[in-house]
DNA sequence: TGGGATAACATGGGATCAGATGGGAAACAA
DNA sequence: TTGTTTCCCATCTGATCCCATGTTATCCCA
């Protein structure tokens, strides 16, 4: 699961370490590396494993082939997304148009989302944050924990 | 399940001994410590096993994946979630923007709740647990017994 | 029931290792 | 050739591991 917020470094190539935690979710499965996309949603990065894609492409697939939704997700994401594979210390090279999407300059703040992350621009996340720290605030009684017998 | 409450010391490097009834709730299960994250409510920090954070994430991916509710939970709860590991004397180390949320400087005070607990600071829980006390007296009714199949 | 032995738990410090980062050389494309 | 990308090595910092020690709770036996 990826978990937890980490800020790392971006230098001068473009370069940026994936945190190792992430890096651990990813290891062993087909391709050594994230898969990352502009987010259609806002100034940020999407990725996640090979293994998220494919569950995404599951999904699509069970909409209608020319359903207008399907094939603008279908451009929004597997249109957008790159595989961006690891080097021998674990970072990757963002590509020019992701880094300007997002307004990645010299810091990234990689965001974990359980299945998947987000990379943002420090600023821009601290902003996002507050908002969405007062929206789960507000909602929280929307996230029940149906009750275990037993507990943990 | 997470019972008591415990204080116990923080040292110079941040490290915690975690009660020895709470290590016994999550051994045995997928990751040997514990996950930890800032409470979107309040000064101080919620913790769990992984099991907890397993059905959380149950519980979200039940939503839709662009629902503003989920996205919002995910980077309150997945964003700030941590795992920490123990050491071989059953201690973590808390993250320094964990013991500066929760106010933890030489003390910190575990309490069970069940599937889950609490990391406060010994003088603030002090204060909440007073109001706590007086919340629940105000409120007991809310407490109801699930109807159980075949009665007892 | 009291006292001593023992084990479990909590704590402190030092050494070691992994992760993050910067720079340079080699391979490749224009 | 020139610029770009990929690969590899060096370094630094901070986290993790390990050992030593004190303290408290538990157990056993007199």
Redesign the interface.
């Known amino acids: ?5 980490t800020i790392n470094g971006v230098d001068a190539k473009g370069r940026v370490s994936v945190p190792a ?1 992430f890096r651990a979710v990813v290891r062993g499965g087909p391709f050594d590396g994230i898969i990352c996309w502009p987010s259609f ?1 806002g100034p940020y990065l999407e990725g996640g494993g090979q293994a998220l894609l494919e569950r995404y492409q599951a ?1 699509i697939e069970e909409m209608d082939p020319y359903d207008d939704a399907r094939v603008a997700f279908e451009r929004a994401i597997f249109g957008a997304a790159r595989p961006l594979a690891f080097d021998s210390n674990g970072r990757v090279t963002l590509p020019k148009e992701f880094a300007d999407h997002a307004g990645l300059d010299t810091k990234a703040t990689f ?5 998947r992350f ?1 990379i943002w621009s420090p600023e821009r996340f601290e902003e ?2 507050s908002s ?6 507000d ?2 009684r ?7 017998p ?3």
Chains 1, 2 share one sequence.
Request: without cysteine; glycine residues 12%; hydrophobic residues 40%.
């Open positions: 699961m990826f978990l937890s917020t935690d949603d999904l965001v974990g989302l359980g299945s987000e996002h944050k969405a720290q007062s929206f789960a605030r909602n929280k929307a996230l029940k924990l149906p009750p275990r037993g507990g943990v």
